[in-house]
């Protein structure tokens, strides 16, 4: 790898490049030891990582997350032992752990995460970075008003990711001067070479389209590139770096097949060799450059509302409009609270945000996967309690963005609304009927189902103290107030929001459907069949405890209704948090089939999940265990 920074130009020398190299020969020794599988692409940007940590950027080398330092977003994330080795040679980590890399027990992982103290997301599904980067130029530039820079490094294969452009014209609207993007030009993907291989200038015509000032540059030199990162910016910037994948190991330049492969030992023996060679023995050291420390403190601590909730018993409001309103209030108390939003913020209510307070709001138009990553670049560093919104069916498209973010570790906050048949007119393709079991599988999700007013604006609160990704979860139509202002709320707690002495059956329902639940359980004491009703709060985490204790009150009798499709919902959360119960008798009513468009009413009776659908199974099962006796 030709890590190696001309003496000459620095009247200094850069010899990271050693302790890769050491990696790639001590490890060649032993065929269990597979790090650093991606030797070529790590040469390709040596040059690049070199002049941004040791000439271009400013930060502390001792404090990687200090929040004046600038940012970097390693976003073709495969190329993680040369940031790792760059940490080295600041003196950040030991070469002694370099020399763990990707061992069990190693922090440093095969691709960029969290566990080091440099990293601020995790990288490696490409395509990703930029989006993360806009977050925290956005942030830098309207929120902290500082004077950080942000530069993310990417690969020409992730250029083909849509995410990519979606990221390119946010920045561009945006005027995100503090933002720099080199793109690593090296020809060849994983399997085959990149769309546009060498032709540098189709990519300089596309970033201008996008309106970022592109240069191209030659990768490998280091005049070039300290002289292009030197220049001042007034917009966004795409330094178009035109590299050599695998240079400085002569089998591998520029040869598809060495993706994603270990050197041979013999070779590896060789080209550090040769590596050696050229690099000047100094007793000197470069040192990055102190940042300018003007950016603001911030806390977010105590991240609470000012007052109780305000509704009344019986008033009637969507939660999607509650959600609305409780973080225009949220974020009276607190100006680091934000919202983002995909151009449906007169749908998802967070319009009201927007009103209140203009400053704090970003919009993302339709680009939900751009959305989410930019929501991750926000929170990064703990500079903001993030909120995004859009429909829940729009999440599904920003999936991989999701998952991401559990890997990162981030903090942000989303809500979907329009969920369910609730939706009603608009259609299967506007209803939300897959989004919980989506957000069940990440593991750091926590997922609030609000049925009220009260609890929406509870569920607003306590996101924005809940580490992890936080989903709500709203519905479109109105629903009465059933909750007190001073009813307390908490993460995995369910309320008992009907019950008697002599239930025969639990329900557990949610949102909407818990509202039919109720009106169900209000006509079977006429018949007379006792019901008790329990609204779960959160789906994840669930309060297995408070269900269990009352199914087993309950004569071991259960049945769960959703508005959302059998697999992956509360049903599931329900059947598997009982899988080792015995005696329990678990009935599930959620939507079976794609629905059609019409009004909700007609929707949730059809579809099977309404009042008397809900009357109809509870009488069932009554008499089922009746009959058996």
């Not at 390709?44 to 080398?61: D, Q």
């Not at 404090?63 to 994330?77: A, C, Q, T």
């Not at 999936?399 to 991401?404: G, K, N, P, S």
């Amino acid at each position: 790898c030709q890590l190696f920074i001309d003496a000459t130009y620095f009247n200094a020398t850069i010899n990271f490049g050693q302790h890769i190299l050491t990696v790639y020969g001590s490890l060649c020794d032993s065929p269990s030891h597979t790090l650093c599988r991606y030797p070529t692409s790590c040469c390709s940007v040596a040059e690049i990582m070199s002049v941004l940590f040791f000439h271009t950027m400013k930060y502390r080398p001792e404090d990687p997350r200090n929040f004046n330092n600038d940012r970097f977003i390693l976003s073709k994330g495969h190329a993680a032992p040369a940031l790792y080795s760059i940490w080295v040679e600041t003196g950040f980590l030991k070469e002694s752990e370099l020399l763990s890399l990707c061992q069990v027990d190693s922090t440093l992982e095969g691709h960029p995460t969290p566990k080091q103290q440099f990293v601020d997301v995790a990288t490696g599904s490409l395509g990703q970075g930029l989006g993360v980067a806009c977050g925290m130029a956005y942030t830098g530039k309207y929120f902290d008003k500082s004077s950080y820079r942000v530069f993310c490094l990417l690969g020409d294969g992730e250029m083909s990711e849509g995410a990519v452009w979606e990221a390119m014209s946010f920045a561009s609207y945006y005027q995100l001067d503090n933002l720099v993007a080199i793109m690593d030009i090296n020809r060849l993907g994983q399997s085959d070479p990149a769309p546009l291989q060498h032709h540098v200038e189709k990519y300089q015509k596309r970033c201008e389209a996008f309106g970022w000032h592109a240069i191209i540059v030659d990768g490998h030199s280091v005049e070039e590139l300290c002289k292009v990162l030197s220049q001042p910016c007034h917009q966004p910037t795409a330094i178009i770096a035109k590299t050599i994948k695998g240079k400085g190991i002569p089998a591998a330049e520029d040869k598809l097949g060495w993706h994603a492969k270990t050197l041979p030992k013999d070779m590896a023996d060789m080209v550090m060799k040769d590596l050696q060679s050229r690099i000047m023995s100094s007793s000197k050291h470069l040192y990055p450059p102190a940042p300018i420390e003007d950016s603001p403190p911030v806390s977010l601590r105590n991240i609470r509302m000012p007052s109780a909730p305000s509704y009344k018993a019986g008033e009637k409001i969507a939660t999607r409009k509650a959600y609305g309103m409780a973080l225009a209030k949220l974020g009276r108390y607190n100006e680091r609270v934000v919202a983002l939003d995909g151009d449906t913020n007169n749908l998802t209510y967070s319009e009201i945000f927007k009103n209140e307070h203009p400053n704090r709001f970003v919009e993302c138009y339709i680009a939900q996967q751009n959305m989410v990553s930019v929501a991750m670049g926000c929170a990064a560093r703990e500079r903001n309690v993030v909120f995004a919104s859009t429909l829940a069916s729009f999440f599904t498209r920003a999936y991989d963005q999701l998952r991401m973010a559990a890997i990162s570790e981030s903090n942000i906050n989303l809500c979907g609304s329009h969920c369910g048949l609730s939706t009603g007119e608009e259609g299967p393709a506007l209803m939300g009927l897959e989004d919980v079991a989506m957000f069940r599988a990440l593991p750091t999700a926590t997922i609030f189902y609000p049925c009220d007013g009260v609890s929406t604006e509870k569920a607003v609160e306590l996101a924005a103290t809940t580490k992890g990704v936080c989903y709500i979860r709203t519905s479109r139509q109105d629903c009465a107030i059933i909750y007190n202002s001073n009813e307390d709320f908490h993460v995995g707690q369910a309320k008992v929001v009907y019950q008697s002495k002599d239930d025969q059956v639990t329900v557990v329902a949610a949102g909407v459907t818990l509202h039919e639940a109720l009106a169900a359980a209000e006509h079977l004491k006429k018949g007379p069949i006792s019901v008790r009703v329990i609204d779960p709060f959160t789906l994840k985490p669930l309060d297995v405890k408070t269900i269990i204790d009352h199914t087993r009150a309950t004569r071991g009798r259960i049945l769960t209704v959703e508005d959302h499709y059998y697999e992956g919902g509360l049903g599931e959360a329900v059947s598997s948090a009982m899988v080792n119960e015995s005696g329990f008798s678990l009935h599930r009513l959620a939507v079976s089939h794609i629905p059609r468009s019409g009004k909700p009413h007609e929707l949730l009776k059809i579809y099977g999940i309404d009042r008397d659908a809900i009357s109809q199974a509870i009488r069932k099962m009554v008499s089922s265990s009746t009959n058996a006796k």
